[in-house]
């Protein structure tokens, strides 16, 4: 019998993307997208969307069993800048979610899982060139340590009750069809809207701040290529390294510049440079690509080219339905 999925989240930068890739793949009916706010058009459109406050562990419950939900991707957080000007309710929304998702798994009322880890469980003393699957992770965000927190919690389910739930350390993400969602990388997103409407952009990080990120086609790949990936085949069940590309900002203006030939980038460092310099630069994801073969497509010239051009469309279309 098809599986039915549930996405939380559906109005976030990733969220709204995979619910458009899930549904190609297992049919419109078959995903239900849900968040706290509605979802963009498409999403809304075409296929079913529950309004939800994840923390409302009843209204889930009525959610997934109306639905006959058996899979969720958890993707409501409030990230990494966000979080820091709002500690509490931060902790209070990325952990009470994930208990209120894994519970029903382990009721065996859902089947599977997938929650996303990031970067930010890495912390300064953590090696920053190629960061390995297993290091030092001593956070110092908010942030980071609610996902280092659901990282153990994701294991000890998995080893306790045999839950299926499944992850991956999302480095920062770069796409066009959303808006940034008050992380850190931000900026490697920002940059390509300003550089298409105003040809400058003030960078809150600075010029040789060296992070890792991926394109949100990678990474949305990356998520259902886990989840669909044979049970046997993941190994680590707290979360897994993933890489995609790493680049600091003189490095992505360098290359909006062969696109838009008079673009300028400023610089003018706030509480983000201290959080990103806690971060890695590089990440070791050898354990992703042996146990269920991951493997990157973009780098930074592609990604750029096709950020350039779908924006401009983007842009474009919307001035003509003015």
């Known amino acids: ?19 458009l890739e899930l549904r190609k793949s297992y049919g419109e009916d078959h995903v239900i997208a849900s968040d706290i706010v509605e979802s963009s058009v498409e999403v809304m459109n075409f296929g079913q969307f529950e309004i939800l406050d ?30 820091e000007k709002n500690i509490n309710h931060a902790w209070d929304l990325n952990m009470r979610s994930l208990f209120n998702v894994l519970n029903l798994a382990k009721e065996k009322i859902i089947k599977k899982i997938f929650w996303p880890s990031s970067i930010a469980v890495f912390g300064p003393t953590t090696p920053k060139q190629l ?118 900002p003189r490095e992505i203006s360098n290359e909006i510049s062969n696109h838009i030939k008079d673009f300028k980038i400023n610089y003018s460092a706030d509480f983000r440079q201290g959080i990103a310099d806690s971060w890695p630069q590089s990440i070791d994801d050898s354990f992703a690509k042996e146990h269920w073969d991951w493997e990157s497509k973009y780098n930074l010239t592609n990604m750029t080219d096709e950020m350039i051009i779908n924006l401009k469309n983007k842009y474009k279309l919307a001035s003509d339905e003015k």
Not at 1 to 19: A, H
Not at 136 to 151: D, F, M, Q, R
Not at 171 to 191: C, F, M, N
Request: one cysteine or more.
């Open 1 to 19: 019998m098809q599986d039915n999925i549930l996405v939380v989240g559906s109005s976030g930068q990733i969220g709204s993307e995979l619910v």
């Open 131 to 248: 960061t390995p699957q297993y290091t030092v992770t001593e956070p110092n965000t908010v942030y980071g340590i609610s996902k280092l927190a659901g990282e153990r919690w994701c294991e000890y389910y998995f080893n306790k009750f045999n839950v299926d739930v499944r992850s991956i350390r999302y480095p920062g993400l770069i796409g066009w069809k959303s808006k940034p969602g008050g992380g850190t990388t931000d900026y490697a997103v920002e940059i390509f809207h300003q550089a298409i409407q105003n040809n400058t952009y003030t960078s809150f990080l600075s010029e040789k701040t060296t992070l890792p990120m991926m394109y949100m086609s990678d990474a949305i790949r990356a998520t259902i290529e886990i989840m669909e990936a044979p049970f046997e085949k993941i190994k680590i069940r707290s979360s897994y390294n993933l890489s995609g590309i790493s680049f600091n």
């Open 54 to 83: 994840i923390t409302d562990n009843e209204k889930l419950l009525r959610i997934v069993k109306k639905h006959n939900i058996s899979q969720i991707y958890l993707l409501a957080a409030i990230l990494s800048a966000n979080a």
